[in-house]
T-cell receptor, first 112, second 110 residues
Framework: DADVTQTPRNRITKTGKRIMLECSQT?????MYWYRQDPGLGLRLIYY???????NKGEISDGYSVSRQAQAKFSLSLESAIPNQTALYFC???????????FGSGTRLTVV | GDSVTQMEGPVTLSEEAFLTINCTYT??????LFWYVQYPGEGLQLLLK?????DKGSNKGFEATYRKETTSFHLEKGSVQVSDSAVYFC?????????FGSGTKLNVKP
């Protein structure tokens, strides 16, 4: 099994719909992150969590919300999807950032 | 604020050619530096890292040296293979925050 599992892998949804992207990890790490990848823009941080009770906004949190259900689970929600939220979304986890992140395989979201 | 700048791609090379992908950074303090690789359809994987000035990170024939005087962490490989075709991201972590470059796509032709 992968260390970081994201579901779904691909999703097409309509404008205005609510959608949840899920992430679970088996690394036992406290820190979890959601990133968005757009062509030519690299990765941008949406939200991050240092433990179950600690949730923080990243640089592009508007239009998104998160839930840290357990140490191993961190979900990203789009309450009302819009087309410019079409992107590749990555979940990541780390024990100590100095040692780098472990990334999931990504969720490709298309909002039509 | 902190940031990472890497060369735009795509970079197209023939197999066995020498590779350099430039990366420079802006940061206060003493960041750690990373190269990540993203193969088609996959997430990012840590390729190598360096945690202090003059450290050399290396893995799978790739290497990069942390140059504080030039604020650079250029990625090099002496002889690329078709299987090295991927997107490469330079990144830094400083005060528990990660900053990624925009990525450089490498295409290696047989």
């Amino acid at each position: 099994d992968a260390d970081v599992t994201q579901t779904p892998r691909n999703r097409i949804t309509k404008t205005g719909k609510r959608i949840m992207l899920e992430c679970s990890q088996t690394k036992g790490h406290d820190r979890m992150y959601w990133y968005r990848q757009d062509p030519g823009l690299g990765l941008r941080l949406i939200y991050y969590s240092f433990d179950v009770k600690d949730i923080n906004k990243g640089e592009i949190s508007d239009g998104y919300s998160v839930s840290r259900q357990a140490q191993a689970k961190f979900s990203l929600s789009l309450e009302s999807a819009i087309p410019n939220q079409t992107a590749l979304y990555f979940c990541a986890t780390s024990d100590d950032p100095l040692y780098g992140y472990t990334f999931g395989s990504g969720t490709r979201l298309t909002v039509v | 604020g902190d940031s990472v700048t890497q060369m735009e791609g795509p970079v197209t090379l023939s197999e066995e050619a020498f590779l350099t992908i430039n990366c420079t950074y802006t940061a206060t303090g003493y960041p750690s530096l990373f190269w990540y690789v993203q193969y088609p359809g996959e997430g990012l994987q840590l390729l190598l890292k360096a945690t202090k000035a003059d450290d050399k990170g290396s893995n799978k024939g790739f290497e990069a040296t942390y140059r504080k005087e030039t604020t650079s962490f250029h990625l090099e490989k002496g002889s690329v293979q078709v299987s090295d075709s991927a997107v490469y991201f330079c990144a830094l972590v400083n005060f528990n925050k990660f900053y990624f470059g925009s990525g450089t796509k490498l295409n290696v032709k047989p």
